[in-house]
Each structure stands twice: as C-alpha cells, then as structure tokens.
C-alpha cells in the first residue's frame, strides 16, 4: 500500500518542494507545490486504502498461503526422506499417495474446476490428510525408538507399529475413495452425495484424530520407559 509509486511520487515531490522552499527562503510557490505535493500524496494512499484494502487483504491472504503451502512442502520433502530408511515401503508409498491426491485437489481449485460452495468439504479432505501425515510421522518416530530397544519389547513395539502402518492404508485409501466421490458430486452437482461426503468425512477426522492420539501416547509411555 505504501511503497506504490502513486503515492510515493508526489509525497517525496512535495516533501523535495518543501525542504527546497524552506532552505532558499521566502519561496511561497515552492512551498505551496511542496503542500499540495505531499497532499497528493496522502489522498492517494487514502483512496488506495479505501477502495483497494480488499484487494489488499486477498493478496496477503494469498502470500500467506503460498508461504504455508511452501513450508509445508519443505517438511513432506524431509519427511519423505526419513520415511525411505524405515524399512518399510507401505509409510512412503502412503505419504506420496496422499500428496497426490490432495495436490490434485489444490491444483483443480486454483484452476476454477471446482465451486467455493465446496470448498468446506476440500478441507475437511485436507483435515484428513494431516491427521495421515502426523501418523506417519510418528511411525518413523517409534521405529527411531525401537532401533534403541531389544527382546520382546522390540517386538512388541513393531508390532504395534505396524498395526499403526495397516491404520494408515486404510485411511489413505478412503482418502482416495472420498477425493473421487468429491469430483464425481462436483461434476453431477448431486447435494445428497456431497452430504454424504461430508458425514464420511467428518467420522474419518474423528477416527484419525483419535488414532493420533492414541500413538502419541504410545509414543510418551515408550520414551519414558526407556528413560527409566
């Protein structure tokens, strides 16, 4: 808003005026090109902010996103790397599955392809996908503990691991299930279906969510334990 050059032009037009008018003495004519130099100046901006402060936000608003949508990709890339040394494929292959399909998402709502009207049901799908994402994070969190572990503990530990892994597929897979139902409503404009998408959707947070709460307690009590 401020560094627009309509605005800063006349302002540093008539502030020069005005210093010139000041320094050489009685100069009225400098002195009033100086006012209304910097008169100019401040209306434009008021204006700018009165008429333009819309515009303003959703660029903010979408600089902020952009800068989110970068972060987030910088950790996926790292978390794509950690989970390629866990021994094994399903953490990975599910990580990559769920950014494909949600990235096909973003990628049909900054082309138009699919109505504000449903964007509540987009992020719920997001919603999902993160709850996926933290899941598999602490997957390779725990497979990070058991390598410090050994016996039965270890065992135990895997075990409940790969029960945490199973879980994971599952819901990628309904992801993938809800993200097609989602293009099929959009395309048939079908409300009842998109009712039903939302109801799925609303259960698979709940469910992940509680998934995710469930291993990081699992997660609390291990590290703890080997602490002791």
């Known amino acids: 808003l401020f560094a627009s050059p ?3 032009i006349p302002l540093a037009g008539g502030l020069t ?3 010139a008018g000041w320094a050489i003495g009685d100069q009225p004519t400098l002195m009033m090109a100086g006012l209304a130099g910097v008169l100019m100046g401040i209306g434009v901006t008021a204006s700018r ?3 333009g402060i819309e515009s303003l936000t959703e660029k903010a608003y979408e600089y902020q996103v952009d800068q989110h949508q970068r972060e987030q990709e910088l950790r996926l890339d790292d ?3 950690r989970l390629s040394k866990d021994q094994d494929p399903r953490t990975q292959a599910c990580l990559r599955e769920l950014r494909l399909l949600y990235g096909n998402l ?3 709502a900054a082309e138009g ?3 504000k009207s449903r964007y509540e049901v987009m992020e719920g799908i997001g919603k999902v996908v993160d709850e996926c994402v933290k899941q598999l994070e602490h997957s390779y969190s725990l497979w990070e503990t058991t390598r410090k572990m050994q016996g039965s503990a270890r065992e ?10 199973r879980d994971v597929v599952h819901t990628v897979e309904d992801v993938g299930k809800m993200v097609e139902s989602f293009f099929v409503s959009e395309t048939r404009q079908t409300s009842s279906q998109l009712a039903s998408l939302r109801d799925e959707l609303n259960e698979s947070i709940a469910a992940a969510r509680r998934a995710e709460e469930r291993t990081a307690e699992l997660e609390r009590s291990v590290k703890k334990g080997l602490r002791e």
């Open 79 to 81: 978390l794509d790397r």
């Open 113 to 115: 392809k699919i109505s």
């Open 17 to 19: 005026s005005l210093m």
């Open 106 to 108: 973003k990628r049909s």
């Open 49 to 51: 902010l009165i008429w």
């Open 6 to 8: 309509y605005n800063l």
């Open 156 to 165: 135990s530990m895997l075990s409940q691991r790969d029960e945490l892994i």
